[in-house]
Every structure is written in C-alpha cells, then in structure tokens.
C-alpha cells in the first residue's frame, strides 16, 4: 500500500513529464505503425496475387521480426542517427509483419466462388480486387493491425536508447538509479495503452466481421 501511494504521487508530481511523454510515444506508435500500413498492405496484396514472389515477401517481413529489436534500433541509429525518425523507422519495421502477413491472408481467404462472380458480371481484375477481395479481407487486415500497434506500443519503451523520447524515458531512468518508481511510472501507461489500442481495435474488428456476415 505504502508503494502505491509513492508510486501514485511521483505520478501526480511528474503528471506533465508523464503526459508529454505518454503524447510523444503515441506519435511514435501512430508514424511507425501508419508507414507500416502504406507499404504493407500493397506488399500483402502482391504476395496474393503473384504467388512467385509471395515466398520473398513473407520471408523477407519474418526475418525482419526476428531481429531483436535492441539491436534493430542500433543498426538504424548507424544510418539515421539518434531520436525521434529512427525509432518510427524501427517501428515500422516490427510492425510489417503482422499487416502484410494478415492483407496476403485475407486476400487469399475469399473463396474462389465469389471471385468468378465478380469475373461474370464483367469485372476485371483489379475491380475484383478493390469491390471483393478487399472490402472482404478488412477483418483479417484489423486482426494484424491490432497485433501490429501492441507490438509497436511495447518496442517504442526502448526508444530512449537511442535518443528518442516516449514513456521508456521513465523506465530507462529508472532502471539507471534503480528506481522501482520510476519504472512503474513509465511501464503502467505504456501498458495502458496497449490494453487501450488492443480493446479498440478488437471491437472494431468484431465490427467488421459482423458487417460481413
């Protein structure tokens, strides 16, 4: 009880720090996780459509995830230096994954019948595409989106590393004067917002799944 109460009044002492830091991290996760989607939605769907080089793709995207992401964000920092780009950079790595594994899915999900379909009322390829597959595989596309910004929402805690702000600042801090406090201060909202990204888009995934059926 009595470090509940230190912890919550360093937070309610540092409230402005813990905000600035709580926006700067968003940022973070929301440029990270938007440059993701720009490139990896068209990659999903290339994967779908030319099944030649799908095993490049999704090779290249799983190699990428498995590079410890310390390490990513220390290569990264060698090409584009400390701070604010190379820790978007690093997150738009980690988040490709999941987004252009679950647009290949999703696109490849819908089922062969309702392809022909669209193929007999006159459609050509690419209308198919953007009238049937797409609007088809949006559940799939939320599910990896979802998984994509807990994942960017847990690496941005490194970004103090190399010199980026965001609530690992708090914890990188804490673990330096091997304060408890601190690191509580900084790991509890960075798990909020996890929880919070992680329970919005979970319902709007439901959403579209129901809209589709």
């Known amino acids: 009880m009595e470090f509940i109460t230190e912890l919550l009044s360093y937070m309610a002492e540092n409230k402005e720090n813990l905000l600035q830091y709580t926006f700067d991290h968003i940022l973070m996760v929301i440029y990270g996780i938007g440059m993701a989607i720009a490139v ?10 030319y099944e030649k080089i799908a095993p490049f793709i999704l090779s290249t995207v799983n190699v990428i995830q498995i590079i410890p992401s310390l390490a990513m964000l220390a290569i990264l920092m060698i090409y584009f230096g400390l701070g604010f780009t190379t820790a978007v950079i690093g997150l738009f790595f980690y988040s490709l994954l999941p987004i252009v594994r679950n647009t290949y899915v999703g696109v490849k999900e819908v089922s062969p ?9 006159g459609m050509t390829g690419l209308q198919v595409l953007r009238k049937v597959q797409l609007p088809l595989s949006i559940p799939f ?15 941005a805690c490194i970004a103090p590393y190399i010199g980026a702000d965001g609530l690992g600042r708090e914890i990188v801090s804490g673990i330096s004067l091997r304060s408890e406090i601190k690191i509580y201060a900084g790991a509890i909202p960075a798990a909020l917002l996890a929880i919070f990204a992680d329970t919005i888009l979970g319902f709007m995934e439901r959403r579209t799944k129901k809209r589709i059926v």
Request: aromatic share 2%.
């Open 113 to 121: 019948n309702l392809l022909e379909a669209g193929k007999g009322l």
């Open 141 to 155: 596309f939320m599910a990896g989106l979802r998984v994509a910004s807990v994942i960017a929402v847990g690496v």
């Open 40 to 49: 990896g939605v068209p990659l999903g769907i290339l994967a779908a459509r």
